[in-house]
């Protein structure tokens, strides 16, 4: 396997902290365990407003009738992480209305200062297909919370795998393996060969890449555009505790 150029940011979602150009940190207890668990203060669900943002987002037709929609959702905040947002991704005509969407969605979670991809295919009936003419994902509700540093869900660990465009996660996430967290799934963002997003997908996954003891399963996209270049792809796994 050769070092292309195949720059894949993979991001552990649930998994993110700034870490300002330090290596990733361990998560754990003084005798060596790891885990996660729920935010200490959860509190309930307020209105994002302007502290969630979607700050890229594109679209593409795939196939005869649907459509392959890929956004990143930055967090503003500079001391807040926003946990189990509410989302949904839908697909509008020139005047706003909608064409077609998809049912809501829980994003994990989005550390202060990055971004988390979210990725969807959403058909459409044929007839309806002219009318498409933008997508939008909206952000209604989250839980604001405070960075708890020693709880895994909070962790962050990204990857430039050595690989030849087969979207593949780069091997384990940590030294040792933590319980807690599961996989809700994962997702691809893709972009074209100047970088513009031009569309996105979830795929099924139920691998140990949260728990830290992955040893480099490639995704299985379905929906990839035409104008995608795979090597800018944006992979990133959900990861999630349980209550």
Known sequence: MTRGRFTVLVLAVALVLVLSGSAARHFGTEDGSCSARLPQRLGNPIPVQDGLAVAELGTSRVGASAFSVG????????????YRTSMSVRLLDA????????????????????ALPVGATIGVPPDRVPLVARAEVVLSTTHWVTVEPENRLFQRFDG????????????????????????????LVYRDASGRVVGG??????????AGSHFGESLSPRNVPETADP?????????????
């Not at 706003?96 to 200062?113: E, K």
């Not at 087969?166 to 393996?177: K, R, S, W, Y």
């Open 201 to 210: 997908e979830s795929v099924l996954y139920s691998g140990e890449y949260c």
């Open 71 to 82: 956004a990143l959702v930055a967090n503003r905040s500079p001391t807040w992480a926003a």
């Open 231 to 243: 090597p800018r792809t944006t992979m990133a796994v959900y990861c999630d505790v349980g209550g």
């Open 160 to 187: 430039v795998p050595e690989s030849d465009g087969d979207f593949l996660l780069p091997a384990n996430m940590g030294e040792v393996q933590c319980s807690g967290l599961s996989a809700t799934g994962a997702v």
């Open 95 to 114: 005047s706003g209305g909608v064409v077609a969407d998809l049912p809501s969605s829980t994003l994990p979670m989005v550390l202060p200062g990055a």
